[in-house]
């Protein structure tokens, strides 16, 4: 095989042929392809988001973590592929007993500030995500009763309950650290002037322009980063940002919607990087109110979407039918409650009928005002005549339309938006169906057997062990229709021939380490 053919593979075809192969002799061709990566220049990415902080306890949008993992190192980390953690900032952990959890940190880690990170900055970050009134991650720590230093590199947690979900959960925002010394500096607010201890120092933020970060020479990952610094350009119309990059203003753009897939076929310059996330479209269901108050009426719209349909006109095939809240590529995914709803129009208007809705009943819905958004409103509109009902959609800003449908005014019966994910699966299904939990619109009782089947989930370390309590909580939040899963969005992303090593990753928010330029 020809190193040509060896640079145009994707990352799945060269695990595939690695394990074919030898893993150790193809990663040498691989690398040989691609060239030893080098030092220097300044990667300029074009982020489709102004911050909403940089303060990764304070912030509360998703789309701050590809512009806070630069700057900030995490406790653990997550396989691209897959999730699963391994190690970060803590080299190691384990449970001496189910709930008690003890990290270990690596020596000579220095914040950007030059103080050290050590077992007490360790306790100073995970307290405060637990009790400071300014910080968003508190629900993350839920099950952390105490945080002690035992050690000069050592942290211990003891635990209300058994949950082998922490280190998964340390690999975001709870596990990103700050410098307690510049944050007691700052007076408790560093959501502009952010210290973290990641590969990227902070330089400047001029809101809804650019961000700017450099090399950290001090960090612990011997030759890392490879570039002197990151500009993140903030450009939220995609077709400008994806032109900035085809004109080589910037040099990568992330989380393209598939419209603009055509746009990028014709830029044959660029580089294609794209790959499943666990990046969810759904219905949220306010099942405290009607219609949806009646489990018929949400196992009706399950069957009426037509998934398959839905993948091919709003992501134009980029991304899969979502049956859950899983994608099928993950490792707690569940074949089984995946064929619970197939698409039977039959099925829905029966379920409709039991359950004394009228033909022509009026579907008050929750939408956004964007143009794919927009999309995916006449899609559904168009899919649910087909059983009898009249979709109406209320639209207005993500921010607007999010607050009215699970704040104070509980406005509309459901809402088509995204969930985002979370590196450890019990976070998404603990904060989507929990009792008292935001994403609960209604605030409604859930399934009697679900608040015991998602503990059982953290009470193990053992994966198949997880994998199975995880098939319990799929199979009773989807038998209970809490949700109506549409879609999962793969990641799309561009960037020019010069950029080296960039990998996309399951979670759907792009890091940057090992990545270099050439050139």
Same mark, same amino acid.
């Given at each position: 095989?020809?190193?040509?053919?060896?640079? @145009?593979?994707?990352?799945? #075809?060269?695990?595939?042929?690695?394990?074919?192969?030898g893993?150790?002799?193809?990663? +040498?061709?691989?690398?040989?392809?691609?060239?030893?990566p080098?030092?220097?220049?300044?990667?300029?990415?074009?982020?489709?988001?102004?911050?909403?902080?940089?303060?990764?306890?304070?912030?509360?949008?998703?789309?701050d973590?590809?512009m806070?993992? $630069?700057?900030?190192?995490?406790?653990?980390? %997550?396989?691209? #592929?897959?999730?699963?953690?391994?190690?970060?900032?803590?080299?190691s952990?384990?449970y001496?007993?189910?709930?008690?959890?003890?990290l270990?940190?690596?020596?000579?880690?220095?914040?950007?500030?030059?103080?050290?990170?050590?077992?007490?900055?360790?306790?100073?970050?995970?307290? /405060?995500?637990?009790?400071?009134?300014?910080?968003?991650?508190?629900?993350?720590?839920?099950?952390v009763?105490?945080?002690?230093?035992?050690?000069?590199?050592?942290?211990?947690?003891?635990?209300?309950?058994p949950?082998?979900?922490? $280190?998964?959960?340390?690999?975001?925002?709870?596990?990103?650290?700050?410098? $307690?010394?510049?944050?007691k500096?700052?007076?408790?607010?560093?959501?502009?002037?952010?210290?973290?201890?990641?590969?990227?120092?902070?330089?400047?933020?001029? +809101?809804?322009?650019?961000?700017?970060?450099?090399?950290?020479?001090?960090? %612990?990952?011997?030759?890392?980063? &490879?570039?002197?610094?990151?500009?993140?350009?903030?450009?939220?119309?995609?077709?400008?940002?994806?032109?900035?990059?085809?004109?080589?203003q910037? +040099?990568?753009?992330?989380?393209?919607?598939?419209r603009?897939?055509?746009?990028?076929?014709?830029?044959?310059?660029?580089?294609?990087?794209?790959?499943?996330?666990?990046?969810c479209?759904?219905?949220?269901?306010?099942?405290?109110?009607? $219609?949806?108050?009646d489990?018929r009426?949400?196992?009706?719209?399950?069957?009426?979407?037509?998934?398959?349909?839905?993948?091919?006109?709003?992501?134009?095939?980029?991304?899969?039918?979502?049956?859950?809240?899983?994608?099928?590529?993950? %490792?707690?995914?569940?074949?089984?409650?995946?064929?619970? &709803?197939?698409?039977?129009?039959?099925?829905?208007?029966?379920?409709?009928k039991?359950?004394g809705?009228?033909?022509g009943?009026?579907? #008050?819905?929750?939408?956004?005002?964007?143009?794919?958004?927009? @999309? @995916?409103?006449?899609?559904?509109?168009?899919?649910?005549?087909?059983?009898?009902?009249?979709?109406?959609?209320a639209?207005?800003?993500?921010a607007?339309?999010?607050?009215?449908?699970?704040?104070?005014?509980?406005?509309?019966?459901?809402?088509?938006?995204? %969930?985002?994910? /979370?590196?450890?699966?019990s976070?998404?299904?603990t904060?989507?169906?929990?009792?008292?939990?935001?994403?609960?619109?209604?605030?409604?009782?859930?399934?009697?057997?679900?608040?015991?089947?998602?503990?059982a989930t953290?009470?193990?370390?053992?994966?198949?062990?997880?994998?199975?309590?995880?098939?319990?909580?799929?199979?009773?939040?989807?038998?209970?229709?809490?949700?109506?899963?549409?879609?999962?969005?793969?990641?799309?992303?561009?960037?020019?021939?010069?950029?080296?090593?960039?990998?996309?990753?399951?979670?759907?928010?792009?890091?940057? #380490?090992?990545?270099?330029?050439?050139?």
């Amino acid at each position: 095989m020809d190193t040509k053919t060896l640079a @145009r593979l994707t990352r799945r #075809e060269a695990m595939a042929l690695a394990g074919a192969a030898g893993a150790s002799a193809f990663a +040498d061709r691989f690398a040989l392809a691609q060239g030893a990566p080098k030092r220097g220049g300044v990667l300029k990415i074009a982020a489709n988001a102004n911050p909403s902080s940089l303060d990764p306890a304070t912030g509360g949008s998703g789309a701050d973590h590809t512009m806070l993992f $630069p700057m900030f190192d995490t406790l653990t980390e %997550w396989d691209y #592929e897959t999730l699963k953690p391994k190690p970060g900032l803590a080299e190691s952990w384990k449970y001496p007993d189910p709930q008690t959890l003890v990290l270990n940190l690596r020596s000579g880690v220095t914040f950007h500030d030059g103080t050290p990170l050590d077992a007490d900055a360790v306790k100073f970050n995970l307290e /405060r995500a637990k009790t400071d009134t300014r910080s968003n991650i508190k629900a993350d720590l839920v099950t952390v009763a105490s945080v002690e230093a035992t050690g000069p590199l050592q942290v211990t947690l003891k635990l209300s309950q058994p949950d082998t979900a922490l $280190p998964g959960i340390l690999s975001d925002r709870a596990g990103m650290m700050v410098s $307690p010394t510049a944050l007691k500096a700052a007076g408790g607010n560093l959501d502009r002037k952010p210290v973290g201890a990641g590969a990227y120092a902070f330089v400047s933020w001029t +809101d809804n322009e650019k961000l700017v970060v450099k090399r950290h020479d001090k960090y %612990w990952r011997a030759g890392e980063p &490879y570039p002197d610094g990151i500009e993140f350009a903030i450009i939220p119309e995609s077709a400008t940002a994806l032109r900035s990059v085809i004109a080589g203003q910037n +040099d990568l753009v992330y989380q393209l919607p598939a419209r603009q897939k055509m746009m990028l076929q014709r830029a044959s310059a660029l580089k294609q990087a794209s790959g499943p996330t666990v990046y969810c479209q759904q219905i949220y269901f306010n099942w405290s109110r009607p $219609p949806f108050n009646d489990i018929r009426v949400r196992k009706a719209l399950n069957h009426a979407v037509d998934r398959a349909t839905f993948v091919k006109a709003t992501l134009d095939g980029v991304g899969e039918p979502a049956f859950m809240n899983l994608p099928s590529s993950h %490792w707690a995914y569940d074949a089984d409650v995946a064929k619970l &709803y197939p698409h039977d129009p039959d099925k829905a208007r029966a379920l409709l009928k039991e359950a004394g809705v009228p033909e022509g009943y009026v579907l #008050e819905l929750i939408g956004y005002t964007d143009q794919d958004s927009v @999309r @995916r409103a006449e899609i559904l509109i168009e899919q649910f005549a087909r059983v009898g009902l009249k979709a109406q959609f209320a639209n207005g800003s993500i921010a607007e339309m999010s607050a009215a449908f699970f704040g104070k005014d509980k406005k509309g019966a459901g809402l088509v938006s995204a %969930w985002t994910g /979370r590196p450890d699966p019990s976070l998404t299904y603990t904060l989507m169906y929990s009792k008292d939990s935001y994403f609960n619109a209604g605030r409604a009782d859930v399934p009697a057997e679900l608040p015991d089947a998602l503990k059982a989930t953290r009470a193990t370390e053992n994966l198949e062990d997880r994998k199975k309590a995880f098939s319990k909580v799929q199979r009773i939040v989807m038998e209970n229709a809490l949700v109506c899963p549409l879609a999962f969005q793969f990641e799309l992303d561009a960037h020019a021939a010069k950029v080296k090593g960039y990998k996309p990753n399951l979670l759907g928010k792009p890091k940057y #380490e090992g990545v270099w330029l050439e050139g």
